[in-house]
């Protein structure tokens, strides 16, 4: 079976009205239906590659371009995980974890988008501490960093909601013009402090040799294989 090849199709993360999990082909192609209606206000650009600018049609199949190439480039030094997050069985957006050298520097960067008409409801805070989750309770990571621009002040709530802290700017080329991007960082210790969320873990212990890790599927606790 595929799974036995790529366990990451197993894995799972489940919130009490979410899912957060790999697509099928079928769903992927909804996932890009729903960046093609739209991620955000057309008039400020809130990524740092401006990929929302593309017309609908090549918007959506960059989404799969994008997927395909994060699965085919993966190595256990070099990967980024672009979980698509279903409400309900509907899928709503995107939720992606990646690291560099993981296995030495235990840190995690996460990057979301949500489709327009899922927005303002309380999903992006609920699918990032959702993905914390799997970093910390799942991943033993000691950091995590995340980074926003200055007109994007609902990712900074989110941000602040679930304990990060300022971490430094920097300096951006976005649509021509100097953009500056607000980073921010989430140690284990703030992570325990504010975390609340109800997470559970599914399929992790086949995939921990993927992430730069031993599998460890006797000491992993209960809920977190």
């Not at 030495?104 to 609920?126: A, P």
Request: aromatic share 6%.
């Amino acid at each position: 079976m595929l799974i036995d090849h790529w366990p990451l199709l197993g894995l799972r993360l489940t919130t009490p009205r979410l899912e957060l999990r790999l697509p099928s082909g079928e769903e992927l192609s909804e996932l890009a239906d729903l960046a093609a209606e739209g991620v955000h206000d057309p008039d400020r650009m809130p990524f740092s590659v401006p990929w929302t600018d593309l017309p609908p049609r090549e918007r959506a199949r960059s989404v799969v371009q994008h997927y395909w190439l994060r699965l085919g480039n993966w190595t256990p030094d070099n990967w980024a995980l672009n979980l698509a997050v279903f409400e309900h069985g509907q899928i709503v957006g995107q939720q992606t974890i990646a690291a560099r050298n993981y296995a030495t520097l235990r840190e995690v960067d996460t990057g979301s988008w949500i489709g327009l008409r899922h927005q303002g409801r309380g999903i992006g805070t609920e699918m990032r501490a959702a993905i914390l989750h799997l970093a910390f309770a799942g991943l033993e990571a000691a950091e995590a960093t995340s980074g926003a621009f200055a007109d994007n002040p609902s990712s900074f709530r989110v941000s602040s909601k679930l304990g990060y802290e300022p971490d430094g700017i920097e300096r951006l080329t976005v649509r021509g013009q100097v953009t500056v991007m607000r980073r921010l960082r989430l140690s284990r210790a703030q992570w325990e402090e504010h975390q609340q969320a109800s997470v559970s873990i599914d399929g992790l212990s086949a995939c921990l040799p993927l992430l730069g890790l031993t599998d460890k599927t006797d000491e992993l606790p209960d809920g977190l294989h």
